[in-house]
């Protein structure tokens, strides 16, 4: 296995929809799978999809929380899930902080769904079906807008509430202006 090099913010595979996997399973996805996954481990990220290592695929693999009070140093599963597709359960919202391995070293305020459902395929080919709130269904809508060609950025609950992380550290969160 091998360590992917990571897209960056302004490459063009970040700004594009995914295609659909269509055969499964396939060893060759089989082994990007875990590639991107020993890259999400070396880059200490919760979440990695197909096109953050040049590849514009709908995969994306995720931590999941051991439950869902827990910060991001508790989790503990990795789920990969080929061609996702979201629902929303809940319509309530909140804003959290968020960062990404394609913009290393930058924090926004993104607005997500606090319950969601999700559906894809495992490796295998296996139907996966699962309900996330709280953090994870936070990873999963972050993970599943880059299949979309969509970064984060493009979703600031406030234009303002975007910089580098050690600052919003300083600034942001610990005098909530």
């Not at 439950?67 to 990795?78: H, P």
């Not at 979201?86 to 959290?96: A, G, P």
């Not at 926004?108 to 709280?134: H, P, Q």
Request: charged letters at 25%.
């Amino acid at each position: 296995m091998s360590i992917l090099k990571i897209a960056k913010l302004g490459h063009p595979v970040l700004q594009k929809k995914a295609s659909i996997v269509k055969n499964l399973p396939d060893p060759k996805i089989t082994n990007l799978i875990k590639e991107m996954i020993e890259t999400m481990l070396d880059a200490n990220g919760v979440g990695l999809a197909a096109p953050q290592v040049h590849v514009s695929k709908q995969i994306m693999i995720f931590r999941v929380p051991k439950d869902q009070d827990n910060t991001k140093d508790e989790l503990v599963e990795i789920i990969a899930l080929i061609n996702p597709k979201l629902s929303i359960v809940s319509d309530k919202t909140d804003n959290q902080w968020e960062g990404c391995l394609s913009i290393p070293g930058m924090s926004g305020l993104v607005k997500r769904y606090t319950k969601i459902s999700y559906k894809g395929f495992d490796m295998k080919g296996n139907v996966i079906e699962k309900t996330a709130e709280g953090l994870q269904a936070r990873i999963v809508q972050h993970e599943y807008d880059h299949l979309m060609g969509i970064m984060y950025i493009n979703k600031l609950a406030d234009k303002k509430a975007f910089g580098f992380s050690n600052e919003i550290e300083s600034f942001w969160k610990n005098n909530n202006e």
